[in-house]
């Protein structure tokens, strides 16, 4: 399209003042558009203008008319290369034009901001700008505060839902290839991620799956896109009130269906059918018979059959899996491919002249055409639809006429019935296209009522092409429609802020396109006389376009006819004129398709394909029934066009279908009010080039989307206004320089700015005065630009001179000092010098002599070595040329020695493989014939029938093998069943070890503490008599217990053995009725057999019938056969004589085969029936004797198991008693000992010994009682372990083991009654009785559980038993491939439950094993505490008593010598469980944090664990589980009410860290207790492990400390980038005027605006504030540093990213400013001792970023400097900084060049992923970890305040 340079390109008012000497400007240029230049000198109105350009430096002279010719002003540097295009201070073409080209060639840049207007370049690149991480830096920032993005436009668009409830629209378009659809992608991206909900339906994810859906059926390769969309839609996505994503629906508009039938050179048609011709490979697209694109019609005009970078097969892929996620299923997929295939092969059907293919003569109208029968595309297309092939071929080529009395067929002319056959192919893809979408817009149908929507509107741009059609006219006329609308929104939004500002301005002129849009749509209009020209029965493009001249040419203004054509027409669009040709306007207006060929598709046998072209409307006047009558048609259609101007008759307006233009308008008018209902967004996509470059740009083509977007519009109504704005504060720091003294008032600096622009602008009219800003005229800025800029150079200047007199000055002085001191000692050096040159004068005649002396020498004897060297060398020589001649021929001899024989072999071997081939030719030539005679004998009938008797005797030997299987089957459950006893037996012994072992661990312990009594027994020998006597009436009194407790223990017998007898009966029933269930079983397989004989012998019968009926078929047949399968018959002439099988394949494959012969010879239903019982049968054989097979050999492992484990469970046992017995025997040799000692020391003892027997025998008593505490232990152990081997013996051995066991069991217990021997006895008895009761009551327990159990395992047989029936039922029903699945499925639900079972077997024995430890540790505690009491016994030296040891806790009744000290006993909290609640509740629920200020901190933590240690004391679990879980959801639920509370969080987090440490620090483990003191370690858990609860725990402690690190990133974040980059802290930054989208409508009433004056000292001091908080809390130090470390990382990702994603930010001031914040967050992490490597390796990367912004950037060293710096910087950050820099006023900016070396130097890097990461990810959370920290303060020196009223409780 060619530059209409009558546009408009300037739009600022012209100033004669700015165009002085040095003043640079745009010139015109052919090439370049508008090329740069400077004045050479002064311009004075009514001269020309001399300007040197600065491309090439020639001098230019442009003549000036008027102030119009006056050529564009530049912006001044500080403005190049703005976000926003309206923040330029000089508004016009070339302005914009090279803003957007130093973005994007120089930034690289993609995205500039134009106003409302996000105007987005096509880089043809990919770019690292869409990832999550860009998503979370854009969301919930400002949108003016942040780089151009898409996701910026829609950050806004999801702001503004969210924040006044108001609906959204994003406006993408731009012509094809720049890149709308990926734009409209990327938006709907952004809010799937941002807007994503975490329910099951995840609809976000389906939003998403209809882009690849939507773009393969209707995107398409042009030679401007290789996916360029060729429809429009408008996506509604859906939001409830949560803001999150529930549905969308999806509009579509004008799909190009001429696409599907033609394509353009170097063009494709839509990507589906190349993608299904690219997976033609696939099983299941066989039946679609598709293949090399090249091969179809439709798909091989364009000859570019592929694109470079996409893969269609995977692309299909894509398309498959988006069907899937949207509901489309497998089945459904594969019928819109057949539809698809069948439009394929629809273009390959040819439709021929009936004269033939005589190309030379040109064909008329008239001429009839025909279909050729030999063409086989029409069959595949007709059996891909499921159609009539003979109706297709008949009206593909004829019509149907109907009159009055009859239907008549006509023939259709050739040209006719190939636009019939497009028209067809075009509307069944329509059909398709439609039907698809609709089912998108079902599977995104919200499933509640939506509170808002963001609509994304992504449609084609203005179209202007050689030739224009009916496609780009409606195109054009959408581009209208939307170019009014965006119009009339720009001036909505001036007119807002202006009221909003409160100041005075006046109407803005702007192109209003009305007439153009009333042209195309009113009355009489270009649609309304197209559809006019459509009802008429022969109306033409031509009659069209007259009627157009003669309605409209030099009536309007924007339409008018061609010179040279009188068949198209121009409309004057407000982009650019465009001239349209009338041909075809007519045609695709109607879109007419024959009836006959819908009703064809209708009547399909596919319901998807009938369903596509369904009439759903009520009935339709048929238009072409109008044919017959052209009279009556014509005057019915005028008819109806005059009540269509007047009134609009009803009925007509059913009846007459509506045109295509007609239904865009009326879409058009739905879409325009839909928009116009929400706040729209605006996104203007640039192809940059049209050879698809990388960032490469064309200003010509650039400038021809820019005026037809109206992006350039935009410009003009911000230029026709006041489109530089500034703050009162802004103008103030910017342009400060400019103010005398006395203006200057900082309290009111409004009144300021009115005082110096009065002074520097004399109109008024060039600025205004708002409430908050004030707004300038276009080209003021720049004005006052250069006042500042011509102020400061000449401050400059006065500076410079001064300066430089002062160096001058200082640099003669210090010359001329240096010059005395010279010549001093330029004169002493140079006496110094003649007195050395004649010393050395003198040494060199001397060094001359013997040196010429030696030289000579040495060159003699050099020559003589060269000679003999010579000599050497030439020798050699000679003799190494004979050595190799010699050896050359001996190797030519060799070679033709080899070659010789190689010939000989190779002639042989092909002599002998010819002879091989030709026997092998003979011997297939015999095989083919035997083959052939095979063929005919096995096609014969007596054969067959020989194959059918032979069937029948199969059958029976099955039904008897099968009954065998059965027989086998019961048996192996049997086996099963006693496995399964035996291996719960084993498990049981295995238990039993275990207990063993602890008592072997017990018996150790005894043995030593019995040892130590022997020690004391030596010393009371004087107690035996008294002792005695005790020992006998214990005997006594311990013999009648006995008596009771056999009476008890034979009662107890005697009710096992009943108890049994009724299990014995309960098994005998349950096999009784099992047998009973397997005979029924077979009985009914049995009826089955006989059924499949019946019907086997039925077949038989049917076969002669069906033979006789085959001749007659067998024309019928020919039409419908298919190509026949082969038939392989493998015979046996053995195998055959002796049974009727033996001449078929038991192999899978032969199987296949014989019944594809059957199919052929009997037919399809009755073979089926025969054959599929055969296979069954054959194949069941063989799964059956599989399943014996493997049945039989795990019989007999499990045999050898079981008789394995029963040997020794036997010898484990037998061991056991003898251990037994053997302690038994050494604990009587101990009581004797004892009764030795006792005796010895009664002796010994006399007269005053009396107070030390006393204490000698309370101390006895005291071990005694400890001793028979382990004497009851040991019982009770034995006891347990004698009544397992009794349940043992009643479950495996029969009556008389039981009885021989019995009478162990009682044997057993009376050598344990014999104890009573012991001195001891009676005292213990008591106790003993207890015990014994308790393992009665237990062991009833026991049984009346394993009754139950048994019960429960009884009715699980039962289950399993129907079960196992009613698979076998099912299982006979079923195929045998789904026989086997269903066996394998049944056999691994089975192997699963018994896993299942296995495990939890498992899980309780590790509990057992887990309880058993615990009380062998809380034994062995105690053991070791005996000791402890001898310091508390003080007798004299003198008694003997002080010899003795004494290990045990004394009882309280027994004197001082024994009584314990109250601190065993202190640091422990009693409490009730009724109190529970009300303690937790206290010290957590209702605790408020200052409720402890000025206590231990961690307090409530320390009173927890001091009542955990009271449940531990009493060794009572339920109430320390009951405890610890009602701390910890307490605990949760707390900071759960406050999470938004730093001060509670923080506490909570202290005290679960402190009782976290405590269980640590006093849970007795060896690697926690060893920094306690001893005092400490006696306060240790002694009954539970509380491990498990640790965990807990320390999961509870994560999760505060993250809810703690989220408060502060909440309150912290947004404080970031206002103090680390916009505060100007250090006074160095000059602000900047900003554009329209500084004051977007989000930013009214905007939160972040209340954060501008945040600075590093906010920061600090909140930091301060968590700080202090976490201190006076308590919390850990090393925890402190951690939550720091985690913010200040916060702080550094943040800082980057929007660094990374804001230019405005990339200076040299900046890198100043970011280092002075940095330097006070390292201070203040000094002053707190909380700086080091680690904190300094996170701040690291902000420092890099801070030096890289300084340093300087244009050598090379500056470049290693660079790359050397920035270390922990990845590549792609570097290189994004480096081109967002911006040159501060006086600095030069950064070369591309440089840029590129930076690359290029950093492409060394390893870490490739790393290196191409450009945003660093913020939500990053470092792991956390809590260091043991224990403890110092002592449990019993803890007090309770009043305050926390806990008065309830009670410190022991």
């Keep these: 399209m060619s530059i209409d340079w009558a546009f408009r390109f300037n739009y600022t008012p012209v100033d004669y003042r700015v165009y002085t000497k040095g003043a640079r400007v745009w010139v015109r240029d052919p090439d370049e558009v508008w090329i740069g230049g400077t004045l050479t000198k002064d311009y004075k109105p009514g001269g020309n203008i001399e300007v040197e350009l600065e491309e090439d430096g020639l001098e230019k002279t442009l003549k000036i008319k008027s102030k119009d010719d006056m050529p564009p002003l530049r912006n001044p540097e500080i403005l190049i290369g703005e976000n926003d295009l309206t923040s330029l201070s000089y508004l016009h073409e070339p302005a914009v034009l090279y803003n957007l080209n130093v973005r994007f060639i120089q930034n690289n840049a993609i995205y500039t901001y134009c106003g409302i207007v996000l105007v987005a370049i096509n880089p043809y690149e990919q770019l690292p700008l869409y990832g999550e991480d860009v998503i979370n830096a854009y969301h919930g920032q400002d949108m003016a505060g942040m780089d151009p993005h898409i996701f910026a436009v829609a950050e806004e668009a999801f702001k503004q839902l969210t924040r006044f409830e108001q609906d959204q629209s994003i406006i993408v378009s731009g012509e094809s290839g720049a890149g709308k659809t990926v734009s409209a992608k990327y938006a709907m991206r952004y809010f799937a991620t941002v807007g994503g909900s975490y329910e099951e339906t995840q609809v976000e994810k389906k939003v998403l799956a209809s882009n690849p859906i939507m773009e393969s059926i209707g995107n398409a390769k042009t030679t401007r896109n290789d996916n360029s969309s060729r429809f429009g839609k408008y996506v509604e996505i859906s939001f409830n009130k949560s803001h999150h994503i529930i549905g969308a629906h999806m509009r579509t508009y004008l799909l190009e269906k001429s696409r599907v039938v033609f394509q353009a050179s170097e063009e494709r048609n839509y990507h589906i059918f190349y993608q299904l011709c690219a997976s033609t490979d696939l099983p299941e697209f066989k039946e679609l018979q598709l293949g090399d694109p090249d091969a179809f019609f439709f798909t091989n005009q364009g000859e570019a059959p592929e694109v470079v970078g996409i893969n269609d097969r995977q692309q299909l892929e894509d398309t498959r899996d988006a069907f899937q996620l949207v509901g489309i299923s497998e089945e459904t997929q594969m019928s819109i491919f057949r539809v698809v295939a069948a439009v394929l092969h629809f273009g390959n059907v040819e439709v021929k002249p009936e004269r033939g293919d005589n190309s030379s003569i040109e064909l008329k109208e008239s001429e009839l055409c025909y279909l050729e029968k030999e063409n086989e595309n029409i069959g595949i297309l007709c059996k891909l639809l499921g159609i009539d092939e003979s109706q297709m071929r008949k009206w593909l080529v004829n019509r149907k006429i109907v009159t009055v009395r009859e239907v008549l067929t006509k023939p259709l002319p050739y040209q006719h019935a190939l636009n019939g056959r497009d028209a067809l192919a075009k509307h069944i893809y329509a059909q398709l296209f439609k039907w698809i979408v609709k089912q998108v817009n079902k599977a995104l149908v919200p499933t509640i009522k939506a509170q808002n929507f963001i609509g994304v509107l992504d449609i084609y741009g203005f179209e202007m092409f050689d030739i224009n059609s009916f496609e780009q006219f409606c195109i054009n006329y959408a581009n209208e429609k939307l170019q009014q609308q965006f119009t009339q929104h720009v001036f909505k939004l001036e007119q807002e802020e202006y009221i909003r500002e409160k100041i005075e301005w006046n109407m803005i002129d702007f192109y209003d396109n009305q007439p153009c849009i009333d042209l195309i749509e009113n009355k009489l209009g270009i649609l309304d006389l197209l559809d006019e020209e459509c009802m008429v029965p022969k109306g ?344 190799k001649e010699v050896l050359r021929q001996a190797r030519a001899t060799t070679i033709q020695r080899y070659t010789r024989g190689w010939l000989a072999r190779r002639s042989y071997q092909k002599t002998r493989k010819s002879i091989i081939l030709l026997q092998c030719c003979t011997r297939r030539m015999y095989a083919k014939k035997e083959l052939k005679r095979l063929k005919i004998e096995a096609k014969s009938v007596e054969h067959f029938k020989k194959l059918n008797r032979g069937m029948e005797n199969k059958i029976i030997e099955l039904q008897q093998k099968l009954n065998q299987q059965v027989k086998i089957s019961s048996q192996n459950k049997e ?57 006998k009436a214990a005997q006594e009194q311990y013999q009648q217990e006995k008596d009771v407790l056999e009476a008890e223990s034979d009662k107890l017998r005697k009710d096992v053995l009943e108890k049994e007898n009724l299990l014995k009966e309960q098994d005998e029933k349950l096999e009784g009725e099992i047998k009973r269930q397997v005979e029924v079983g077979m009985a009914e397989l049995k009826k089955e057999l006989d059924d499949e004989r019946y019907n086997h012998q039925k077949l038989v019968q049917d076969y002669s019938r069906l033979e006789q009926r085959k001749q007659n078929l067998e024309d019928e047949i020919k039409t419908l056969e298919v190509q026949p399968m082969e038939r392989h018959v493998v015979m046996d002439a053995k195998e055959g004589s002796e049974s009727g099988y033996g001449t078929l394949s038991t192999t899978e494959s032969e199987d296949a085969e014989s019944v594809a012969t059957e199919i052929a010879e009997q037919g399809q239903e009755k073979a089926s029936m025969d054959m599929s019982i055969f296979l069954k049968l054959q194949r069941r054989l063989k799964d059956l004797e599989k399943d014996k097979k493997q049945l039989e050999q795990d019989l007999e492992k499990k045999d050898n198991v079981s008789k394995g484990r029963s040997d020794s469970l036997e010898n484990e046992l037998h061991n056991t008693n003898l251990q037994i017995q053997r302690l038994r025997e050494e604990n009587t040799k101990l009581k004797g000992e004892v009764d030795m000692y006792k005796e010895s020391l009664e002796k010994a003892t006399k007269g005053d010994t009396t107070q030390a027997i006393k204490v000698y025998n309370q101390q006895i008593e005291v071990l005694n009682l400890e001793n028979e505490k382990h004497r009851d232990e040991i019982i009770r152990l034995k006891s347990e372990h004698l009544t397992k081997q009794h349940k043992n013996s009643t479950e495996v051995e029969d009556a008389g083991t039981n009885t021989d066991r019995q009478l162990y069991i009682d044997q057993a217990a009376e050598d344990l009654n014999q104890d009573g021997d012991l001195e001891m006895a009676y005292q213990s008895l008591k106790m003993t009785n207890q015990i014994l009761e308790k393992e009665l009551q237990a062991q009833t327990k026991n049984h009346e559980h394993e009754v139950k159990q048994l019960k429960e395992e009884l009715k699980k047989v039962m289950k399993d038993n129907n079960r196992q029936q009613e698979i076998i039922g099912e299982n006979l029903k079923l195929k045998p491939e789904d026989r086997v699945n269903a066996i394998a499925q049944h056999e691994i639900t089975r192997l699963t439950t018994e896993n299942m079972d296995l495990m939890e077997q498992n899980e309780y024995l590790e509990k057992n094993v887990k309880k058993l430890k615990k009380q062998l540790k809380a034994a062995h505690k105690k053991l070791t505490s005996v000791g402890e009491l001898a310091p508390s016994i003080t007798p004299t030296t003198d008694s003997p008593v002080a010899l003795l040891p004494n290990h045990h806790e004394g009882t309280p009744n027994h004197g001082p010598a024994v009584r314990h000290k109250e601190r065993d006993l202190m640091g422990i909290i009693e409490y009730s469980p009724d109190d529970e609640p009300r303690l937790i509740k206290s010290i957590i629920l209702d605790f408020r944090p200052k409720m402890n200020d000025g206590y231990l901190p961690g307090l409530p933590a320390y009173i927890i664990f001091m009542c955990i240690r009271h449940a531990d004391y009493t060794n009572n679990d339920q109430k320390i589980k009951t405890l610890l879980t009602g701390v910890i959801n307490s605990i949760k639920k707390t900071v759960k009410k406050h999470f938004e509370e730093f001060e509670y969080v923080s506490f909570w987090l202290t005290n679960t860290c402190r009782l976290l440490h405590n269980l640590k620090q006093y849970s007795g483990e060896e690697n926690f207790s060893a920094q306690n003191s001893d005092f400490q370690n006696e306060h240790c858990l002694r009954n539970f492990d509380l491990s498990e609860y640790r965990r807990v725990m320390n999961d509870l402690a994560v999760h505060i400390y993250q809810m703690l690190v989220r408060i502060i990133e909440n309150q912290v974040q947004q404080m970031i980038v206002p103090a680390m980059l916009e505060s100007d802290s250090a006074g160095l930054t000059a602000n900047k005027p900003t554009g329209m989208r500084g004051r977007s409508s989000s930013s009214v009433n905007n939160p972040q605006q209340e954060m501008r004056n945040v600075s590093i000292e906010s920061i600090i001091k909140q930091l301060s504030i968590y700080l202090a908080v976490m201190n006076s809390h308590g919390v850990d130090p090393q925890l402190i540093r951690q939550v720091m470390k985690q913010t200040f990382y916060l702080v550094t990702s943040t800082t980057i990213n929007n660094l990374l994603l804001r230019k405005e930010m990339c200076h040299w001031s900046k890198g100043v400013q970011i280092r002075y914040n940095l330097s006070e967050l390292e201070e203040w992490l000094r002053t707190n001792n909380m700086f080091d490597q680690g904190m300094e390796n996170i701040l690291e990367p902000l420092v890099q970023i801070a030096q890289l912004l300084q340093v300087k950037k244009r050598t090379d060293d500056d470049v290693k400097l660079i790359c050397d710096t920035c270390s922990m910087l990845t590549t792609t950050q570097i290189v994004k900084i480096l081109s967002l820099y911006t040159p501060d006023e006086y600095e030069s900016r950064t070369e591309m060049s440089f840029i590129r070396k930076v690359q290029h130097r950093l492409k060394n890097r390893s870490d490739m992923k790393r290196e191409a990461q450009l945003l660093i990810d913020s939500r990053h959370q470092i792991p956390v970890t809590f260091p043991y920290n224990p403890s110092s303060v002592l449990l019993n020196e803890i007090q309770i305040p009043a305050t926390f009223n806990i008065n309830y409780v009670q410190c022991i």
């Design 540 to 883: 033409n493009d031509d009659n069209w376009c007259q009627k157009l001249y003669s309605q409209h040419v030099k009536k309007s203004k924007h339409f008018s006819k061609p010179r040279t054509s009188n068949n198209s027409f121009v409309v004057h669009h407000f982009a650019d004129k465009v001239e349209y040709t009338a041909e075809g306007f007519v045609e695709k207006n109607r879109d007419n398709v024959n009836d006959e060929h819908l009703n064809i598709l209708r009547a399909s046998q596919y319901e998807f394909v009938a369903e596509l072209f369904r009439d759903k409307n009520a009935k339709v006047q048929d238009p072409k029934k109008a044919v017959v009558k052209p009279m009556a048609a014509a005057v019915r259609t005028q008819k109806q066009f005059k009540k269509s101007v007047g009134s609009q008759d009803k009925k007509s307006s059913k009846e007459m279908k509506k045109s295509v233009g007609s239904q865009f308008r009326d879409s058009l008018k739905i879409l325009m009010s839909k928009l116009n209902s929400t706040t729209p967004h605006y996104v203007r996509c640039i192809k940059p080039n049209d050879c698809k470059e990388p960032f490469s740009y064309e200003p010509k083509r650039a400038v021809e989307q820019l005026r037809a977007c109206g992006v350039l519009e935009t410009i003009r109504i911000s230029a026709a206004g006041f489109p530089s704005r500034w703050t009162y504060p802004e103008f103030f720091s910017r342009y400060r320089v400019l103010m005398l003294k006395k203006e200057i008032n900082k309290s009111n600096m409004r009144g300021t700015a009115e005082k110096i622009l009065n002074r520097l602008i004399t109109d008024p009219d060039k600025y205004q005065f708002g409430k908050t800003k004030i707004f300038f005229r276009a080209g003021q800025v720049a004005y006052m630009e250069k006042l500042r800029a011509d102020l400061l150079k000449a401050a400059c200047i006065r500076m410079q001179k001064t300066v430089r007199g002062y160096l001058q000055r200082k640099r003669y002085n210090r010359m001329k000092a240096a010059a005395i001191v010279l010549q001093k000692h330029v004169r002493a050096m140079n006496a110094r010098r003649l007195t050395r040159f004649m010393r050395r004068t003198r040494a060199a005649i001397r060094l001359q002599k013997v040196w010429r002396r030696y030289h000579q020498r040495k060159a003699y004897l050099h020559i003589r070595r060269a000679i003999i060297t010579i000599q050497a060398f030439t020798r050699g020589t000679f003799g190494r040329r004979y050595y």
């Design 975 to 1031: 086996k099963e069943e006693v496995i399964s006893k035996l291996e719960t037996k084993v498990k049981e012994m295995e238990t039993r070890e275990v207990e063993m072992d602890v008592l072997q661990k017990k018996t150790v312990v005894i043995e030593d503490e019995l040892t130590k009594i022997k020690r004391e027994l030596e010393e009371t020998r004087a107690e035996r008599d008294k002792l005695i006597l005790d020992m």
